[in-house]
């Protein structure tokens, strides 16, 4: 049921929104009168004036709209005001404040020099919103107005049956796709918003494509092979069909419809923007810290936002890199692999059948050619075993080893390797030396009681964060050394 947001709130939202499907997307009613509003005729002329006056330059929204539908009949100035309403449906009260909300659908339909009949809809609880929407949204209202223009303009020109059959046939699927053929869909959030309020119990409440792609990418080991898009960069239809799916896996596995992705238990396990966030508070510090030294931190991998940004593939077989020896010679992560299939996780650096795979402690590489530094944060990702050639890259997951030198590591080049790490004894080899380092430490990014799971054969499998990092460590072994040590190490 993804109508449910945790939020009690949210009910009088989608009452207000089923009031417009009723009134206004499925006959030619209105949100606040008993007027025909919604009719073909009066969108075909707000999309003339709309497109036909564009008005450059830095002015007001309001003034421009205000000017651009001018001589427009007073329906067509209420349609602009309703439309503006639907458009403000969405965004949370957290970002849009509803008395703003009102305030500014109030002076539109003041533009027909008419009261609002019936001004229930306008009240606080039907505009609190029900997600966040992001900045596009609420920066391009143009571009979300026209395509919602050329949407409904276009909806309002089939006859009943086809209609009927968009919205009750093969529902939503044939709706979405039917949606998606309007220009520039695929750019437009208010395109997610729509089809939430259209269909709020099929359609998840999410306004971002990144948001789309993060979640698939986190819960897609749950959805048969034959349900997972087969593109690298699937359509928004694609998205949300698999992402229906989804749903329906994780109502079985926690017994509940009451699940919502911006929520526990399900957000940590797609989030990234925590792990983001972290980085940086992480990155903050180290610089902080290292900074009157004369050194600096140097973090591998920080330009990428995930391994696909890599350029380098991945081989689900294997857990590793698809091509070991041309993606470690400049490592961008640390893929670790994390053994779910025995009784308890057990971490270990990636191999085949017990044969290490090339390159699988090479840990990273950086700028040394300054011979500045200090620090280096390594980004490890797991690739998760769930059978005995099948593993999940749980990207969604992420911890930073970090290693600290005193002094700066040797100069070296601009994109110089650390070429093995040795997890067993700590020991780490850097252009062809033993490296001291005298400083080390695994970094937690994510939640505890984050949990990952999928189904292998007939078992479900599961493993939380906690128990992930408690494999890491035991795995990872380090031997910094006292600061008299690593410069006497240096000197040699």
Known sequence: MSRYTGEMEVAAVLEAADAWRANCLLRDGSVFSDEPIWSKSNFDELRRLFEGNPIEGNRDFFDKLKEQIASAPKGVKKLAAEIFWFYLLFPHKSGYNPETKAAQVRDIWGWSEDPIPNDRLLDSPHLVGVGGVGVAYLTRR?????????ALSTWKGLTDGQRSDLISNNSPWDFVEWLDAIPNAAHRPIRNALLYFIFPDQIERIVSNDHRRLILAAFKSKLATDSIPKSSNPSLLEMDKAISSIRGKL????????????????QEQWSSVSMQQARRTIAGVIERSI?????ELRQCGSKKSNLAGCNKEI???????????????????????????????VARIA?????????????????????????????????????????????????????????????????????????ENGLLIYMGKDQPYVFSALITLNVEDAQFSTVA?????????????????????VRPMFLDEAEAANAE
């Open 291 to 295: 900074e009157p030294y004369g050194l």
């Open 315 to 345: 081989d689900t077989t294997t857990g590793f890199w698809k091509d070991p020896a041309e993606a470690t010679n400049k490592p961008l992560r640390w893929i670790v692999h994390l053994d779910i299939t025995g009784d308890s996780p």
């Open 142 to 150: 143009p571009d979300q107005l026209w395509f919602f223009l050329q």
């Open 351 to 423: 191999d085949k059948d017990g044969v290490p795979l090339h390159g699988n402690r090479r840990i990273a590489f950086s700028n040394n050619a300054q011979q500045k530094s200090g620090a280096i944060t390594v980004r490890i990702v797991p690739a998760i075993k769930i059978s005995a050639d099948q593993f999940v890259f749980h990207e969604e997951w992420e911890w930073l080893f970090l290693l600290c030198f005193f002094p700066a590591l040797p100069k070296g080049s601009s994109g110089q390797l650390l070429d093995d790490f040795n997890p």
């Open 251 to 266: 109502e079985a596995e926690f017994g509940t419809n009451k699940l919502d992705f911006y929520n526990s238990p399900l």
């Open 457 to 477: 054969g007939d078992a479900t499998k599961k493993l939380s964060y906690q128990e992930a990092t408690i494999a890491l460590t035991r795995m990872i072994h």
